[in-house]
């Protein structure tokens, strides 16, 4: 029987759309299980979306939709965008699914039964944010893990006595070194255990949007308990058929959930707690990578600084994304993002590295020796050069594995394309074309030879990457002649298998080289997508005396109305177009150094901006605390000072006068949009 390979990545919250951070999971996953099927496993890959809790009951709330229409929308754009990117998963769980909410139910009951769950009082902080109860103290205090306001939570609730847990878990990281991976997390793992564990409160009674706790339905679960059971619940646990029962048994425990590093506790900690209480076995091993930055800061919707991978897809194509992301960024560290580097990568390794190495390896076989790969004669024509390339394929094939069966996907493609790169001196240096001018026995049998040697090394780095780049390998594969690269089993894979003779498919270009534009376009496309509109030219805003002023300082780029009506009105789609929403300023001080300047942090029910605005001469900052404003939440964001504006606070600027705050007499909740 063949070995299994069961593969998770996060399921991603559904109160905001997908962008390039949380592609790269699911890129790094996809690779993963596209080699474990090459490697001959029986491969089980699975994603979804996180669908309940508290932020996603007020993100729904905000957006004026039911919390099931407002995640069907969003689970919907994850599974377009995987889709279109052509993604391998097996599985996509959502957790408002039946399936999950009945497995989830049993998983419950197990625990309890186990004698492991028990109702007690909980009083302290939570971060909405995270989904997280926090040690902070007061209300309002920031959470330790993001620094957001937390929220004041008191309520009966059932507990999970995750303290009586502490020792197993110590001894798990011991005697299980590669369970958490990198070594930094697990030490940040160790220690956290080490600090002692407190019991975790794993229902909530003040809101419904969740999976009612079983015999008890004021309750609902946990969001953390619920999610990372998607795990088991989708490939059957819990479950009295048949079929999905012996699911269950083939492919858990898993052999590797793939994981962003802010939630290595939950996976670390409270997963395998929550597996021990219900006697189940625990996932071999969780691997941890880091965040990817946009404009220094972590990609997030909070931040406002998210990079859409349709953009991508749209411009350059998915294997750009893909061997960019996992070329460029050390894995398991942060790595930065930016187009610049996107597209200086793309011409540099795949238009002028391989899919030059392969155009001009097959055109030449096409026409020097009628589109059949010739053989090279074992004596006469052999030079050290011809050897050394097929040594250094060796080499590249040992080290290429080892280095990407730990996940050091940018070393391996380092090192893969250290042959493109060989191969490329080699025909430089031995010029076939200037070989193939002399029809004599010789020059022919040493023409062979090169551009056997070469389609040789191409037919080696097109199998071993093509888990990272699978669209053009599959081309380059089907132009070597050699049919469905899927199917090529990879343990196999050594050098001298290319056979005399075969036919070459049509030989066509697989990575047109990028022009200077692409930069410009990806990078309009996403100023406009942030600043909400479609149009291609962002003009500098422009107001009216009268009309209320934004005070964000700087000035952002405003879209140019769709339809201009002749006397300088707009239609009611532009003003649409603004996304106007009740905040609540959680934290306002003055800004060091500019003596008009606020730093405010605004919760705006489904997440807490940084807003720089310039109101110091107004208000006290201690003032505006608790205050409920109005905030422009669609702007693109803005560095002042070097801080960044995320959204502007809207205010009355009268002439010479001082800036006075748009507020409401009657009280509105958080996060309620102005239309
Ligand atoms: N719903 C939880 C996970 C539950 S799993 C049982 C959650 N969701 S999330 O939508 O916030 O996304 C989490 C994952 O998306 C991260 O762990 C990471 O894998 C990926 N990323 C989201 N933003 C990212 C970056 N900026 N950079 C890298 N990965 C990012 O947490």
């Not at 052999?382 to 940018?410: H, M, P």
């Amino acid at each position: 029987m063949s070995k299994k390979f069961y593969l998770t990545t996060p399921i991603y919250y559904v109160n905001a759309r997908p962008h390039i951070g949380h592609a790269y999971t699911t890129i790094a996953c996809d690779t993963i299980a596209r080699r474990q099927r090459m490697l001959g496993a029986d491969t089980f890959f699975l994603t979804g979306t996180d669908e309940h809790g508290q932020k996603i009951e007020r993100a729904a709330e905000a957006a004026g939709k039911t919390p099931q229409e407002f995640a069907d929308e969003v689970s919907a754009q994850f599974r377009t965008l995987w889709n279109r990117m052509g993604i391998t998963y097996d599985d996509f769980i959502r957790t408002t699914e039946d399936r999950h909410k009945k497995r989830v139910h049993e998983l419950f009951r197990q625990i309890r039964d186990n004698g492991h769950i028990y109702k007690g009082t909980y009083t302290g902080q939570y971060c909405v944010f995270d989904e997280l109860y926090v040690d902070a103290v007061g209300p309002g205090a920031p959470c330790p893990e993001c620094g957001r306001p937390t929220e004041t939570v008191k309520e009966e609730n059932y507990f999970f006595k995750l303290s009586a847990f502490a020792d197993r878990l110590m001894q798990l990281y011991t005697e299980q070194p590669d369970f958490i991976r990198p070594e930094t997390r697990r030490n940040e793992v160790m220690s956290f255990v080490r600090g002692g564990l407190r019991d975790l409160s794993i229902s909530r009674s003040t809101f419904s949007w969740g999976i009612p706790v079983p015999d008890d339905p004021k309750h609902v679960i946990y969001v953390w308990l619920d999610a990372l059971a998607n795990y088991i619940t989708a490939i059957g646990y819990g479950s009295s058929h048949k079929g999905a029962q012996e699911a269950f048994q083939k492919y858990w425990p898993a052999d590797l959930h793939m994981i962003g590093k802010e939630i290595v506790r939950f996976h670390c900690v409270y997963w395998p707690a929550f597996l021990m209480a219900a006697e189940l076995p625990l996932p071999k091993s969780i691997v941890a990578h880091g965040w990817l930055l946009f404009e220094e800061s972590k990609m997030s919707k909070s931040r406002g600084n998210i990079v859409r991978a349709e953009t991508i897809l749209d411009v350059l194509g998915a294997d750009a994304l893909r061997y960019f992301l996992l070329r460029e960024v050390v894995f398991g560290q942060d790595g930065s993002f930016s187009f610049d580097a996107l597209v200086q990568r793309y011409n540099a390794d795949l238009a002028n590295g391989l899919g030059n190495l392969a155009s001009r390896t097959l055109t030449m076989i096409t026409r020097y020796f009628r589109g059949e790969v010739p053989y090279p004669s074992a004596t006469v024509s052999q030079k050290a050069g011809d050897s050394a390339i097929a040594e250094t394929a060796r080499k590249v094939i040992a080290e290429y594995s080892s280095l990407v069966d730990q996940y050091q996907f940018s070393r391996a493609l380092e090192v893969a394309w250290s042959l493109v790169a060989a191969v490329d001196k080699y025909i430089v240096e031995n010029e076939p074309w200037a070989l193939a001018e002399n029809q004599s026995e010789e020059s022919r049998s040493r023409l062979a030879t090169i551009l056997y040697t070469s389609a040789e090394a191409l037919r080696i780095v097109t199998a071993l990457v093509h888990p990272v780049i699978p669209d053009a390998t599959a081309k380059i594969w089907a132009q070597l002649g050699l049919g469905d690269i899927r199917r090529f089993p990879l343990p196999d894979l050594k050098w001298g298998q290319l056979q005399l003779s075969t036919k070459l498919g049509n030989v066509e270009p697989v990575f047109p080289r990028a022009d200077k534009t692409a930069i410009e376009r990806m990078q309009k496309m996403e100023d406009q997508l942030r600043s909400g509109t479609t149009v291609t030219q962002a003009e500098p805003e422009t107001q009216s005396p009268a009309a209320p002023v934004a005070t964000h300082a700087a000035v952002a780029p405003a879209a140019k109305p769709a339809v201009v009506v002749p006397d300088g009105k707009i239609t009611i789609d532009d003003f649409a177009k603004v996304e106007l929403r009740v905040g609540q300023v959680k934290v306002a001080e003055k800004v060091k150094g500019a003596d008009k300047l606020l730093r405010l942090e605004v919760d705006l029910g489904t997440e807490v901006r940084q807003v720089v605005a310039g109101i110091a001469e107004s208000y006290a900052p201690e003032l505006l605390v608790g205050r409920k404003v109005v905030i422009v939440a669609n702007l693109a964001p803005r560095k002042l000072r070097g801080l960044e504006s995320n959204g502007m606070i809207v205010a009355a600027s009268p002439e010479g006068g001082k800036a006075v705050l748009a507020s409401f007499l009657e009280d509105v909740p958080v996060g309620t949009r102005l239309k």
